[in-house]
């Protein structure tokens, strides 16, 4: 398997801007997670799905933010509009069950100026 | 929420030295592991350990969850092994929380 997935690598944008982060979760896997990574805050969940259905987005910082899981092998995180304080890397990850180790992908950077 | 502590916060070695690295948590887990952040940026899942003793090659770990503590041993250092080591846990759904990491630096 090719692991998780993510696109794109680096994504710079301006302020206002619409900002679209895909991640594609290791086949079979049926939990998929976004997390955010900044120097200030560390690594924070946003949301979390099950089979598809978001079951936690408590972490979620507002109304800017939205995701998507259409089908089992591709999930979206949306910011719009985008936000200088919003730059940091986002990372999915993936499992098969909470009983195991989870999977990351290699992060979307994101700056937003 | 629950509160992970890990120690030391940095650690410099010399290749080929033996380090234990130390995650304490607030609360009882159902869930925890070990991450390492290489230089860039990817996280490597290296043990999920709720409890009990793990090895892999170089790698151990042990997690006493009576006493709410987890410790990573890494023996005969490379550098390689250089990056931020995460302790992760949960106390019940899937919700991991991450410590604030032990920044590892390898020296030839």
């Known amino acids: 398997d090719a692991g998780v997935i993510q696109s794109p690598r680096h994504e710079v944008t301006e302020m206002g801007q619409e900002v679209t982060l895909r991640c594609k979760p290791i086949?079979?896997?049926?939990?998929l997670f976004w997390y955010r990574q900044t120097m200030m805050r560390g690594l924070e969940l946003l949301i979390y799905?099950?089979?598809?259905?978001?079951?936690?987005d408590s972490g979620m910082p507002e109304d800017r933010f939205s995701a998507k899981m259409p089908n089992a092998s591709f999930s979206t995180l949306k910011i719009q509009p985008s936000e200088p304080r919003d730059s940091a890397v986002y990372f999915c990850?993936?499992?098969?069950?909470?009983?195991?180790?989870?999977?990351f992908g290699s992060g979307t950077r994101l700056t937003v100026v | 929420g629950i509160q992970v502590e890990q120690s030391p916060p940095d650690l410099i070695l010399q290749e080929g030295a033996n380090s234990t690295l130390r995650c304490n948590f607030s609360?009882?887990?159902?869930?925890l592991q070990w991450f390492h952040q290489n230089p860039w940026g990817q996280l490597i899942n290296l043990f999920y350990?709720?409890?009990g003793t793990k090895q892999n090659g170089r790698l151990s770990a042990t997690t006493v969850a009576t006493e709410r503590y987890s410790l990573l041993y890494i023996s005969s250092s490379q550098t390689t092994d250089s990056g931020v080591y995460f302790c992760?846990?949960?106390?019940?759904?899937?919700?991991?929380?991450f410590g604030e990491g032990t920044q590892l630096t390898v020296n030839p």
């Open positions: 086949s079979g896997h049926d939990y």
């Open positions: 992760a846990v949960s106390t019940g759904g899937s919700r991991l929380t």
């Open positions: 990850a993936s499992s098969s069950s909470t009983a195991y180790g989870y999977t």
């Open positions: 799905f099950n089979n598809n259905v978001p079951i936690d």
């Open positions: 350990i709720p409890s």
């Open positions: 609360d009882s887990v159902n869930n």
